[in-house]
């Protein structure tokens, strides 16, 4: 029976991504005419095990620092007729693209292809670089691996087809840092060299140049990039390695301390006849950037629309965004510097008071790819409250677009606002609940206030933990004199979210007693209001059995706060100073953010206990009666028995002016 493709997997001892990598070969092997070959490198029986429950077709391989010799192994046995290799650290997401280009017949008329693999950064998935690969070809005689360490299949002839398959492949995520890169480093770079030595091309260059990259060995990784480029000129054919160089070189100029030096190449790279329409997007957006850190703004503006325009026409010919790649450098990566680019344009605009293009940049940018806007929402905002004289036209080009992306219709709803458009600023806003951008919840809490719209629908859509979060940020923006204003405008609209209410209550509350210099007795009524909110808040979610013991381990740390300072206060008015002392060291345990708070009551109970204490009617009759006994003894000089009487008067009446004076007269004789 013929068979369409041989999948060759080179495994060693991986057992975790070994068998996601099987699983993801398996459709291929249910739904065509393929068979699987293992090259096994490893010595675990259990790795093995795995394997057989895939295929009995497997060839032990003893290691010797070639992956040529490994993939020919496996090569020579092939049967196919399409080859397939893949990594035991890779798996694919969906091979369905590629089965029906074998079902449907369609592979007969291509001699190779690529997919792509997707190399993660971190361990989230949320960071990776996506390259074309060309692991896919036409079974000839020829067909064989070359190079002993990054390996590839020759001859690859075309034409060539482009899938969009994916595997994922996290092994650059274990090698964040510089000390994972420097192991891999000194097992590659020697064999590398060795192959340079031996046969110097643009293939072996580009893997030299990622290889002193890693290692942030940036001027060596320039020496051989710019060799790269000048071998990649003796062919007639631009390849993909010198596409990449081309693109790199900038990049690395850039990163050893020389951005003069890395615009000035780029430019150069974007006059030569060499560099294809994807390089060129690339090194126009790359150009940008460095346009903004040497200040160079008008001429970083003509590169944001150059990367426009190059980004149009391959649109309109894709084609040619389809041939022209080269590892990492495709059309789909220069579509990912499209924000970031472009974002740049708004800042060479306002820098060069080109305010007309606001509207047209803003046009541009890709709105619905939200993963990709959404890290420069935070740029987006700086560059909008840094210039509020253009706050209209910022937000008249908002409201142009034609986008359902929730960072717009936010800025939507303040242009509305803006135009005293109430119905469309409501509109806007009740848009904006269902779909709030991460981050802006408090700018919602805030148009809603000053609307007076209610935030009960948004209160609806979200958590307390994320209210919380919400309130704490919105105390930090508004003025402690706009609090009352602000808890005014908001509570009618959340009548029944008393709890939400009272957090923000609280957070308010908590900013005045910190940040306003207030001392006793100012310091009382916040304090009080403070109390009662929270008793309120507790009153409503727990039992009174539970609240009529306020050190429970249960209650909430500001409940039990409250609980001590509410009886401070109490103490404070009837004049029981002492009282308060071990009750504001229970305090500061439980809520030690409120120390100032707590210092103050503490000062002001030090300075209560340190002052005279007005004396009562009788002590005063007693203390007249002992200064005429006094006079008595100074007017016989009977000085000795003078002084101990004044000591019990001075203690009998310690803020009476006259016993001082009389204290000192008898300490003079």
């Not at 805030?446 to 009960?456: I, K, T, V």
């Not at 923006?477 to 706009?482: E, I, L, P």
Request: contains cysteine.
């Amino acid at each position: 029976m013929n068979i369409q493709l041989t999948i060759s997997l080179l495994a060693s001892d991986r057992p975790d991504t070994l068998k996601k990598c099987l699983d993801s070969l398996s459709p291929f092997l249910k739904k065509l005419n393929s068979e699987l070959i293992v090259v096994f490198t490893g010595k675990e029986q259990e790795t093995l095990e795995i394997i057989r429950q895939y295929t009995s077709h497997i060839i032990p391989f003893t290691w010797c620092d070639d992956f040529s010799a490994a993939r020919n192994a496996g090569l020579n046995e092939a049967s196919g007729e399409w080859f397939l290799y893949i990594d035991d650290d890779e798996w694919f997401e969906d091979p369905g693209e590629i089965i029906q280009f074998f079902q449907s017949g369609e592979y007969r008329h291509y001699r190779s292809a690529f997919y792509v693999v997707r190399n993660y950064t971190d361990w989230s998935g949320k960071q990776y670089a996506d390259a074309h690969v060309g692991r896919m070809c036409c079974l000839t005689p020829e067909t064989r691996f070359v190079n002993r360490i990054h390996e590839f299949l020759q001859p690859f002839s075309e034409p060539e087809k482009m899938f969009r398959s994916f595997v994922h492949h996290y092994g650059y995520a274990e090698k964040e840092d510089i000390r994972g890169n420097a192991s891999k480093f000194d097992r590659n770079i020697p064999l590398l060299l060795k192959q340079y030595k031996e046969n110097p091309n643009t293939q072996n260059c580009m893997q030299l140049v990622q290889e002193y990259q890693s290692v942030d060995e940036f001027e060596t990784a320039v020496r051989y990039c710019r060799q790269g480029l000048k071998l990649g000129e003796k062919d007639a054919r631009i390849g993909a390695c010198e596409l990449w160089m081309q693109v790199r070189l900038p990049i690395l100029l850039s990163s050893s301390g020389h951005p003069e030096e890395a615009l000035k190449e780029g430019e150069r790279l974007l006059m030569h006849p060499r560099t294809l329409e994807v390089g060129q997007a690339h090194l126009h957006a790359i150009s940008a950037n460095l346009c903004w850190e040497l200040k160079e703004y008008q001429k970083g503006l003509s590169h944001v629309r150059r990367y426009h325009e190059k980004m149009r026409y391959l649109e309109k010919h894709p084609d040619k965004a389809d041939r022209q790649h080269g590892a990492t450098v495709t059309y789909e990566s220069a579509k990912k510097r499209a924000v970031s680019a472009y974002v740049a344009g708004l800042l060479f605009a306002s820098e060069t008071d080109e305010w007309h293009r606001i509207k047209e940049i803003l046009s541009w940018m890709p709105w619905d790819q939200e993963d990709q806007v959404s890290p420069q929402y935070g740029n987006l905002e700086k560059w909008k409250w840094s210039h509020p004289q253009q706050k209209e036209t910022i937000l008249e080009g908002y409201s142009a677009l034609r986008t359902g992306n929730p960072y717009v219709t936010l800025q939507k709803a303040l242009w509305a606002e803006d135009k005293h458009l109430s119905a469309e600023a409501e509109d806007y806003y009740r848009l904006c609940i269902s779909d709030c951008p991460e981050g802006f919840l408090y700018q919602l809490a805030e148009f809603a206030a000053r609307n007076r719209f209610s935030l009960e629908p948004l209160l609806e859509e979200i958590t307390i933990e994320t209210w919380d979060e919400c309130t704490k940020v919105l105390a930090e923006h508004t003025k402690t004199s706009d609090m009352p204003g602000f808890l005014e405008n908001l509570r009618p609209g959340m009548q029944r979210y008393p709890i939400c209410i009272w957090r923000l209550e609280q957070r308010f509350l908590e900013k005045i007693l910190l940040k306003q210099a207030m001392g006793m007795p100012e310091l009382a009524e916040p304090l009080k209001q403070y109390c009662d909110s929270v008793a309120a808040e507790a009153e409503t979610l727990y039992r009174s059995e539970l609240l009529n013991e306020p050190d429970h381990y249960a209650l909430p740390y500001q409940y039990k706060f409250t609980s001590a300072i509410k009886t401070v206060l109490e103490h404070l008015e009837k004049e029981n100073y002492q009282a308060c002392i071990p009750l504001l060291e229970k305090a500061v345990r439980v809520f030690p953010e409120m120390s100032s708070v707590i210092g103050k009551l503490s000062n002001h109970i030090e300075e209560k206990l340190q002052t005279p204490q007005p004396v009562s009617e009788e002590f005063e009759l007693l203390g007249r009666q002992v200064k005429q006994m006094l006079y008595g003894l100074i007017e016989h000089e009977q000085w000795q028995e003078a002084w101990g009487v004044v000591n019990q008067l001075a203690a009998l009446l310690p803020g009476d002016s006259e016993v001082m004076k009389l204290k000192q007269e008898i300490l003079s004789h």
